[in-house]
């Protein structure tokens, strides 16, 4: 049974950087669209970024949200069984539980969380001076 743990977040301040780990046990994350999503406080979940299976014929492998767009960066590396995050130029609106969730059917993509089977537990990200 797939689980997921996210790691990195912390304090950084603004214009800072972080890179989010989302590491699988149980089955292969190759086999999924993983997502990053972010619970701010006070807000809705937010997809932030997804990227494809690696068997997927999609035209669009990887998405971002348009608030993060040329700052974060979604990469796999699947000998890890790991998904990244490389998060540059943070602004405080970017603050919030981060989490990673693993798509079997690659419909969910950035805006149908239900899609998503499997969540890991979270990592917090505060981007504060």
């Known amino acids: 049974q797939l689980q997921l743990v996210e790691s990195g977040g912390g304090l950084v301040q603004p214009g800072g950087s972080l890179t989010l780990s989302c590491a699988a046990s149980?089955?292969?994350?190759?086999?999924?669209?993983i997502g990053w999503f972010r619970q701010g406080p006070g807000k809705d979940r937010l997809g932030v970024s997804y990227?494809?299976?690696?068997?997927?014929?999609?035209?669009?492998?990887?998405g971002y949200a348009d608030s993060v767009k040329g700052r974060f960066t979604i990469s796999r590396d699947s000998a890890a069984n790991k998904v990244f995050l490389q998060m540059n130029s943070l602004k405080p609106e970017d603050t919030g539980v981060y989490y990673c969730?693993?798509?079997?059917?690659?419909?969910?993509?950035?805006?149908?969380?239900?899609?998503?089977?499997?969540w890991g537990q979270g990592t917090q990200v505060t981007v504060s001076s």
């Open positions: 149980g089955s292969t994350l190759d086999s999924y669209f």
């Open positions: 990227i494809s299976s690696t068997d997927s014929t999609t035209a669009y492998p990887i």
């Open positions: 969730a693993a798509d079997p059917t690659g419909t969910g993509r950035l805006a149908f969380a239900f899609q998503y089977t499997t």
